[in-house]
Every structure is written in C-alpha cells, then in structure tokens.
C-alpha cells in the first residue's frame, strides 16, 4: 500500500484569502500576515480537536534587552501530532515579540508580549506539517495564489514527466482504449469523484465546476449541499460563483 506523504500538508497548505493580511508596514511590507486564528482551525481540521488529535506544551520562556532599550520576549514550544491513531514525536517552533517597545521615543510595557510570542512559536512549529505552506513557498502574491500544486514542486513535476513519456510509449491501442474507460466512467462514480474534489477544494473554482456538472443531473441537491459545506468551511460566500467575481475584481485593484 502506497503512503501520500503529501496528504496533510496539501490539505493545510493554502489559507482561504480572507484570513490573510498584507503587510503594508515594517520589513515584512508587502508579505501577507496570517490570521492565527485560522492556524488553530487547519490544525484541527487535519488531525481532530486541541487535546486529542494533536496538543502543544510550552517548553520555555525568556526576555532578551535589545540596545534600543525595548525588551523582547521569546516562547519555545512543542507541538505532537495523532497520526493514524498513534502519538508522533515532538517538533518544536521558537517564537517572539516585545514586552516592552519604544513608542514615540518613550519605553511603552505591553502585557501582550509573551501571548504573542507563544502565537508566533505555535506558526514556526506548524510550517513543519505545512500549515499556510504556499504562502511561505511564494504560491501567494498579495491578492491571489498563482499556482495549484496537489504535490510537491519537484515530484509533481517527475511524476508529470514520467506520465508524458509513459504514454507516449504506449501503443495507440492503449491509448484508445484509455481514453474510452474514461468516457465510459458512470456519473455515480463521477458524483463520488466530485465529493471528494469538493471536500479537498481549495479554490471556489471547483464548486463551480462541479455545480455546473451536475445542475441538470439526479445528483444536483447533493452537489449544492456539499459545495454550500465546504464554501462555509472555507470562509467563502456560499454562492461560490460570486465568491470569484469579488475576487477577481479584488485582484484587478492590486
């Protein structure tokens, strides 16, 4: 039996765009702020509830004075995941932010210092299982993603060269033959295809496709129930085709 490696990691590594912020300040402008709410949510969607299906422990914490005079205050953490029901080992992320910060010239305490830094640890330790992983891999310019990748960059590429030249090599027999199963798949395999698809979607793009597919077919109410669920899920308008329409007119004013 055949492990996708790659399963959990493409089913957490896009950020609906809603819970992305760009950055329009500091060194980071330009760069898209995660919301760390929905790092939390991701996590449980791909292994269960905090507690259960994964769990964290702060390892430590500590304060560093920078020469500015602020104070910065640092978060270790550790992070465990249940993986097809059996604990894994720990990974770790560190994190940071200020506790005390200079705010028009004068030192200004914040009792925020430490949460945040544990947010931020909490973030480093998720890329490890590739929570927001295309946005940290470039696959998000401010307004859009720009690519939809199922496997990582250099497999997916192998195995779609691998694929080419396989059927190339075959027999124009084969090739015929192919392409009439493909023709010949029944819509209620067809329908099951696309539960999956839409269960997976990381676009809305796939909820139009496959509420358009099946609009006149005995499969229709199903579809839209479906793609209603995950467009909820996913923080989307629940009229997936509008949904597009605000993005692309969102994307034409970046």
């Known amino acids: 039996m055949t492990t996708n490696n790659l399963k959990i990691w493409n089913d957490v590594k896009q950020t609906p765009s809603n819970f992305l912020k760009k950055i329009e300040f500091g060194y980071l402008k330009g760069k ?31 304060s560093e004075t920078a020469p500015s005079g602020s104070i910065m205050c640092f978060a270790e953490v550790a992070v465990k995941t249940k993986f097809e029901g059996a604990w894994g080992e720990e990974f770790s992320g560190i994190g940071g932010s200020e506790i005390v910060e200079i705010a028009k010239g004068q030192l200004k305490a914040s009792d925020e210092g430490y949460k945040k830094a544990v947010t931020d640890a909490l973030g480093v330790a998720f890329k490890a299982v590739g929570v927001a992983a295309d946005v940290y891999l470039g696959n998000y310019d401010g307004s859009k993603y720009l690519y939809e990748y199922d496997h990582a960059y250099q497999e997916g590429q192998a195995s779609s060269q691998q694929q080419n030249q396989n059927i190339q090599q075959q027999p124009v027999q084969q090739q015929t033959a192919n392409q009439t199963n493909t023709q010949q798949k029944t819509i209620d395999q067809r329908y099951n295809d696309a539960l999956a698809s839409i269960r997976n979607a990381k676009n809305p793009n796939t909820l139009d496709k496959a509420i358009s597919t099946f609009g006149k077919t005995k499969y229709n109410n199903q579809i839209q ?15 997936p085709a509008q949904q597009n329409q605000n993005s692309n007119q969102q994307a034409m004013h970046h």
Do not use: E, K
């Not at 702020?33 to 914490?61: E, K």
């Not at 995950?230 to 629940?238: I, L, V």
């Open 32 to 62: 898209s702020d995660i919301n760390p709410q929905w790092r939390l949510m991701a996590m449980t969607q791909a292994f269960g509830p905090v507690g259960h299906g994964w769990t964290y422990r702060i390892v430590r914490t500590w």
């Open 225 to 239: 129930q479906a793609c209603r669920a995950r467009a909820d899920q996913m923080g989307w308008s629940t009229n």
